[in-house]
């Protein structure tokens, strides 16, 4: 087995993951600093929150970002072979919130993070049908229209900062009446609900489905232009 923190192969005598001589100074350093802790803690709690975790959504990558744990422990106590292990990396790891929505799970990707494109999708194909182009999106989102047409039609998961992004513009626009009446008739042609339609709670949902049009009137801002059925 190779020590984690010089990287020497010390066979199968390694504790917490390094050889008697590291372990030894980090240990002392520890002591000295006050923060070394001697107890190991149980695991099984962690690793049922780290499943959690994973079923929900999350990577490894961002588990090791939220929790501070080292990438090498997260896969140890995924693997399940360890029952015990130190106190602030099972702490870190149950401090992980787990996400019970797709928004909440976005919330805590960091901007290149990968996201479900479907919340993004929502929002430009509502503006679309209030008669914003998808090159007028594109240029509005500073992207090319190639980028901007692939999140309308969910090609392909997009990055975090590119959601944000998208509902930084839904925001923007969503009760105000684009200029293309092509645009809205391309989207009567989808079937796609206009901006008003989505409730803030259900866009970013797979299970979310938009209310009809005709139980939705009041949602518009006073004085803002109609868009025809």
Sequence with gaps: MTCQRCG??????????????????????????????????????????????????????????????????????????????RPSTVDGIRAIPVPKTAAELIALAADQDFVSPLGASRRLQALVRAGWSIGALARELGVERYTASRIVNQRGVIRAFMHHAVVALFDRLQFERGPSADAVTYGKSKQW????????????????????????QTRRRPNALAVSA
């Design 8 to 85: 020497k192969d010390k066979g199968k005598g390694l504790t917490r993951g390094m050889c008697a001589s590291c372990y030894t100074t980090v240990r002392d350093r520890q002591l000295a600093y006050g923060s070394w802790e001697p107890k190991l803690a149980p695991v099984a709690a962690a690793l049922e929150h780290a499943q959690a975790l994973l079923d929900a959504g999350l990577t490894r990558v961002q588990m090791q970002r939220l929790s501070g744990v080292h990438k090498a422990n997260i896969n140890r106590l995924l693997s399940g072979t360890v029952e015990m292990m």
């Design 193 to 216: 609900p206009l901006p008003f339609q989505w409730d803030e709670d259900d866009i970013d949902e797979p299970k979310g489905r938009p209310v009809p049009q005709s139980r939705r």
